[in-house]
């Protein structure tokens, strides 16, 4: 079956820090992969998306890589601010369907001044 | 620009009342819209998802049911709650394949006692 793993414990880090979160898959052959940002008690919010082509992705302090070889998306926060502090999502089209997406559970992000 | 409502806010209702949690689109034609539920601390799961009006998908058997009566109005219904169904509910649009990224309401949190 499909699945998708983030590490699901908390990543702690100091401001002015890289924060690097992994999203590892197995069972599928993504044409795209996509991260989103959720803050405690809201919706999530798409940040990036990084196609099957594409080594890696670049928006502001954001930077998203994409290893097909390896099943495997690194998402980095490069001068974390207490402001990036959030619980992070990847998420990937399923192979059989169209128009849908499925989410990892998430990593949880905090950065202490 | 898009915007997307949900309501409630919040919602407690005893076991074995129904359920009736609405989401309206604004600003597009012809949206995928989703239901998903997301119980504290876990993932999101897929309840129900649409490409048209009166076209539902359902990911997950359960004591739910959605319908789509309009082109940018998703509603999501129980006859009989569950404790089980307590959770945050988040309505999301996408535009595939124009856009595949993922829109995503502010939720209804739902306590069911």
């Known amino acids: 079956s499909q699945k998708i793993e983030q590490n699901s414990e908390a990543l702690n880090i100091q401001e002015g820090k890289t924060a690097t979160l992994t999203c590892n898959y197995t069972?599928?052959?993504?044409?795209?992969l996509q991260w989103y940002r959720q803050d405690p008690g809201r919706g999530p919010v798409f940040l990036l998306l990084?196609?099957?082509?594409?080594k890696e992705k670049r928006k502001e302090r954001l930077k998203v890589t994409f290893d097909t070889t390896l099943k495997q998306s690194l998402f980095h926060i490069t001068a974390s601010q207490p402001a990036d502090s959030a619980t992070y999502l990847c998420?990937?089209?399923?192979?059989?369907?169209?128009?849908?997406?499925?989410f990892g559970a998430g990593t949880q992000v905090v950065v202490t001044p | 620009s898009q915007t997307i409502h949900q309501w409630p806010a919040t919602l407690v209702q005893p076991v074995g009342s129904p359920l009736s949690l609405e989401c309206t689109v604004e600003?597009?034609?012809?949206?995928?819209l989703y239901w998903y539920r997301q119980a504290a601390g876990r993932g999101l799961q897929l309840l129900f998802y649409s490409v048209g009006i009166g076209q539902i998908s359902s990911e997950v058997p359960q004591n739910l049911s959605a319908s789509r009566p309009q082109d940018r109005q998703f509603i999501l219904s129980s006859k009989k709650l569950l404790l089980s169904d307590s959770g945050f509910y988040l309505c999301a649009w996408s535009v595939p394949p124009l856009r595949d990224e993922q829109f995503f309401g502010p939720g209804t949190r739902l306590t069911v006692l």
């Open positions: 990084i196609r099957e082509n594409e």
């Open positions: 998420a990937l089209p399923p192979t059989d369907s169209w128009g849908k997406l499925q």
């Open positions: 069972n599928y052959s993504p044409a795209y």
């Open positions: 600003g597009t034609s012809n949206p995928n």
